[in-house]
């Protein structure tokens, strides 16, 4: 069994930082794509950033220029620094990866989300 657990998110001001991280835990071989997606109330979830497992990143043009994200994999993480954040990026983010376990399948994983609220 996979378990993706995020932390991270809060309360912040228009123009603050957050960083959001994820862990992987689990009988885990390997991780490919990795990702964040978020979901604001009466909207539809959506692509934050994606990063491969050769560090191909990919940015919603909303985020691009204020969002890196990065990962870890000697520690099956995967973190999201968010940068002059505006009141629109107010949603619940959600970790993502495509693991391959140690009967070597590959499934998709979700966490089970974190609250981030920007403030005007």
């Known amino acids: 069994q996979v378990q993706l657990v995020e932390s991270g998110g809060g309360l912040v001001q228009a123009g603050g930082s957050l960083r959001l991280s994820c862990a992987a835990s689990g009988r885990i071989l390997g991780i490919h794509n990795m990702g964040w997606y978020r979901q604001a109330p009466g909207m539809q979830r959506e692509l934050v950033a994606t990063?491969?497992?050769?560090?191909?990143?990919n940015y919603a043009d909303s985020v691009k220029g204020r969002f890196t994200i990065s990962r870890d994999d000697a520690k099956n993480m995967v973190y999201l620094q968010m940068n002059s954040l505006k009141p629109e990026d107010t949603a619940v983010y959600y970790c993502n990866a495509a693991v391959v376990d140690s009967d070597y399948v590959t499934n998709d994983y979700w966490g089970q989300g974190t609250q981030v609220t920007v403030s005007s």
């Open positions: 990063i491969t497992s050769g560090l191909r990143t």
